[in-house]
């Protein structure tokens, strides 16, 4: 299936990159927000994607596998939450890493299987987008 005009680049990165909406081309977090010092802050990215019908549990399951691989080797600098939508089928992982060259999910076996296969489980394939901090709130943070 080929991606929709618009789509983010061919391959599932979480790394920092942004889309150009002129030119569609991935460009740099340091090209789209100069303002921000990138030496001192987290590098958030979400990717969203809609699976097929018939395969929305399979791809749950493979994400599950990714979070007991996360508990299991608890790298350090990354945080990182996966989401099912209302509708059953789309999801959204949101990561935060403090170095986004260096991703601790891509060194784990289960997310690289997870991500080896998600566009052949995928109606609408995953499209990265950065994200800009305004601030946060936790209660768990006090």
Same mark, same amino acid.
Not at 7 to 33: K, L, P
Not at 59 to 76: D, G, K
Not at 106 to 133: I, K, S
């Given at each position: 299936?080929?991606?929709?005009?618009?789509?983010?680049?061919?391959?599932?990165?979480?790394?920092?990159?942004?889309?150009?909406?002129?030119?569609?081309?991935?460009?740099?977090?340091?090209?789209?927000?100069?303002?921000?010092?990138?030496?001192?802050?987290? =590098?958030?990215?979400?990717?969203?994607?809609? $699976?097929?019908?018939? *395969?929305?549990?399979?791809? &749950?399951?493979?994400?599950? @596998? +990714?979070?007991?691989?996360?508990?299991?080797?608890?790298?350090?600098?990354?945080?990182?939450?996966?989401?099912?939508?209302?509708?059953?089928?789309?999801?959204?992982?949101?990561?935060?890493?403090?170095?986004?060259?260096?991703?601790?999910?891509? =060194?784990?076996?289960?997310?690289?299987?997870? $991500?080896?296969?998600? *566009?052949?489980?995928?109606? &609408?394939?995953?499209?990265? @987008? +950065?994200?800009?901090?305004?601030?946060?709130?936790?209660?768990?943070?006090?």
């Amino acid at each position: 299936m080929r991606p929709s005009k618009g789509y983010a680049r061919q391959d599932v990165s979480f790394t920092a990159v942004a889309i150009d909406t002129e030119s569609r081309r991935g460009i740099s977090v340091e090209q789209t927000a100069p303002h921000l010092n990138h030496e001192e802050i987290m =590098r958030h990215v979400m990717v969203r994607y809609t $699976t097929r019908q018939e *395969r929305a549990e399979e791809n &749950a399951r493979l994400i599950e @596998t +990714v979070f007991e691989s996360l508990r299991n080797e608890a790298p350090p600098g990354l945080a990182y939450a996966s989401y099912r939508l209302d509708d059953g089928v789309s999801f959204v992982h949101v990561a935060s890493m403090d170095d986004g060259d260096d991703n601790p999910l891509r =060194r784990l076996t289960a997310f690289q299987a997870f $991500t080896a296969g998600v *566009r052949d489980r995928c109606d &609408a394939p995953p499209v990265t @987008t +950065v994200l800009h901090e305004v601030g946060r709130y936790s209660s768990r943070e006090r």
